[in-house]
Nanobody, 120 residues
Framework: QVHVVESGGGLVQPGGSLRLSCAAS????????MSWYRRAPGKERALVAT????????NYADFVKGRFTISRDNAKNTVDLQMNSLKPEDTAVYLC?????????????WGQGTQVTVSS
């Protein structure tokens, strides 16, 4: 059974930091591209950061470049998002996604999300 579980959200002041973690099980983790998305109030879900299965390639949305860092530990089946210099506009539910494509099959798993609130 597939599980994708986020943790680490909370309330932080502007300029502060948080580290989100996503623990996965039930699928071959190292074969999946892992991503963090976010869903802010009144806005559509947006891609935040992506990391390839081997961890060699990362990509970031322009609005987090230089502030957020995605990393993964394939031995522990986890992917983290280090968020620094947080801004009120970073307030959102952050969701972890696992994606793999094999021929004509697409495997796409989501967690329930963790709330991040940036406010003074």
């Amino acid at each position: 059974q597939v599980h994708v579980v986020e943790s680490g959200g909370g309330l932080v002041q502007p300029g502060g930091s948080l580290r989100l973690s996503c623990a996965a099980s039930g699928f071959p983790f190292s074969g999946y591209t892992m991503s963090w998305y976010r869903r802010a109030p009144g806005k559509e879900r947006a891609l935040v950061a992506t990391i390839t299965g081997d961890g060699r390639i990362t990509n970031y949305a322009d609005f987090v470049k230089g502030r957020f860092t995605i990393s993964r530990d394939n031995a522990k089946n986890t992917v983290d998002l280090q968020m620094n210099s947080l801004k009120p506009e970073d307030t959102a539910v952050y969701l972890c996604n696992a994606l793999a494509v094999d021929g004509y099959s697409k495997y796409d798993y989501w967690g329930q999300g963790t709330q991040v609130t940036v406010s003074s």
